[in-house]
């Protein structure tokens, strides 16, 4: 029996409350003040669940809360009725070497986010820098728009005149490598710095450790360099020569959220880690990234960087979390000159929305899983890709780490008469999509031409990535059926 209660009016709309049980309901609203028992019969299946004690005040907010339940219930509908992945067919199914991974929860989080209209950073913004510094076991997560600005950032903040003599200045010299992605290095270049390239390792595709300390020159102030394709690079010797010659370091871990070493998390070694948050990644929220730290002079200074450069530190939305919002005299400003509109750097504006964040702190918690799944499939394809080590240098994990794997790198031997071009022909004919270990050798791109680097040694291996070395995918997204499926091609690519 269904017993009806009162007509309530919120905001001038007029919504019938109805009882069932021990359970309490509102109808949609009503178009008139009264209604007959014929129109009760008609809003019956437009009942809402409303989570309160019987006889208490229903109010705004309770609506509110009731309408975003329905509009989350018409999302969930909608994914799973044009979201739902679609079944592997072996030859038809594009098999991406990455790929976003989400359900219903991502879809009705940013819903959730959109309703508030908070256009910029807001409630999941914070949440989101507060739960990944939790995971990391970092004192400081701080958002922004990519892992390319993440990377600006981080090395941006060491030319910051407030960390006195140690601060980055132009002609000096950042150790990286040249087998990576651009905007690891394009920090360095942008702020004036000159980038020292070492060659790396093939199999672990990181740092050659034993180059780095011939590297360091009296001009040498930091090093910047990237856990490639989620294989950590060997921090013990990387963190002994930064501490030798009082170096900054900065942890890319773009392609590497989740690895450790040493049962510690990558991108929290160094002074400062960075993360990119792009569809292809370990989780995404479309275009984002992240800097971390545990130094709180850092921290002050990276959230200038990211928010125009100002000196303070109020929150979007807040005003005088300083106490002393007109009680500053800084440069050649009048006394009392507003701290909002103080700049003590050159900075950007390099937040993200709070829609986008919203969807990032529905994808952390999947983060464990998708680590998971990431190294089940490496581990998959390392075992059935045997038969190619003749062919083949195959990929391994760096001594002392649990890598978060990215990718699976494949180099073509020497002397073997095979050709990468009619390898990856053959797979991506066949569904399979490949990509280069990304730039190849940055110092033969067109865009460092006539940029000042020094190279310490040769860049052999480095040079023989640009043309032997490709990679397939692992992520989440990828079924022990598809893994099974691209082994068994690049078997064949291999005999062919």
């Given amino acids: 029996m269904f017993k009806v209660g009162e007509i309530i009016q919120v905001n001038n709309g007029n919504f019938l409350i109805v009882e069932k049980g021990e359970k309490v309901y509102i109808t949609k609203e009503l178009k008139e003040d009264t209604v007959s028992f014929k129109t009760f019969e008609f809003f019956i299946d437009e009942l809402e669940s409303i989570a309160i004690r019987k006889n208490e005040r229903i109010n705004n907010k309770i609506l509110e809360q009731v309408k975003r339940q329905r509009i989350f219930d018409k999302v969930n509908e909608f994914f799973t009725l044009f979201h739902k992945r679609e079944i592997f067919k072996p030859g038809e199914t594009s098999l991406s070497y990455a790929g976003k991974v989400y359900d219903e929860n991502e879809m009705t989080t940013l819903v959730d986010a959109s309703l508030d209209f908070w256009l910029t950073s807001g409630r999941y913004f914070k949440k989101f820098e507060k739960e990944l510094a939790k995971y990391l076991n970092v004192k400081y997560a701080l958002l922004t728009n990519s892992g390319s600005s993440a990377n600006l950032l981080a090395l941006s903040a060491l030319t910051s005149p407030k960390l006195g003599n140690r601060r980055l200045q132009r002609g000096d010299e950042v150790i990286t490598v040249a087998a990576g992605f651009p905007t690891t290095v394009a920090p360095i270049i942008q702020n004036g710095l000159i980038p020292v390239f070492l060659d790396v390792e093939l199999g672990t595709y990181n740092l050659d450790i034993a180059q780095l300390e011939d590297a360091v020159s009296n001009k040498t102030k930091a090093i910047m360099i990237a856990h490639t394709m989620g294989n950590p690079f060997n921090l013990d010797e990387i963190m002994r020569v930064a501490n030798k010659y009082n170096l900054w370091v900065i942890e890319d871990n773009c392609d590497a959220l989740g690895a ?52 303070c530190w109020c929150p979007s939305g807040c005003d005088n979390t300083c106490k002393k919002r007109f009680g500053w005299q800084l440069g050649e400003l009048p006394e009392g000159y507003d701290h909002k509109y103080t700049y003590s750097h050159l900075g950007y504006n390099l937040k993200v929305t709070d829609m986008q964040a919203a969807i990032g702190v529905e994808q952390l918690k999947k983060l464990p899983e998708f680590i998971k799944l990431r190294n089940r499939n490496y581990e998959l394809l390392l075992e059935k890709l045997k038969p190619i080590e003749k062919f083949a240098i195959l990929p391994k994990a760096t001594p002392n780490s649990s890598p978060s794997w990215f990718g699976f790198i494949i180099t073509i031997k020497d002397n073997v008469n095979i050709e990468r071009k009619k390898i990856i022909q053959y797979l991506e004919e066949n569904k399979i999509q490949t990509r280069m270990l990304f730039a190849g050798n940055l110092t ?36 022990e059926d598809m893994i099974n499926y691209m082994a068994t091609h690049i078997i064949n690519a291999f005999q062919i």
Avoid: C
């Fill in 260 to 311: 450790k070493y040493n049962d510690k998390y990558t991108g929290t070694h160094g002074h400062i880690g960075t993360s990119s948050f792009y569809p292809a990644h370990h989780i995404t929220m479309g275009e984002g990234g992240a800097v971390y730290t545990n130094d709180p002079n850092l921290k002050m200074i990276i959230e200038s960087f990211r928010d125009w450069g100002r000196d």
């Fill in 444 to 479: 033969k791109q067109p865009a460092f031409q006539n940029i000042e680097y020094r190279i310490v040694g040769d860049l052999k291996n480095t040079d023989k990535i640009m043309n032997d070395t490709f990679l397939v995918g692992v992520y989440p997204g990828l079924t």
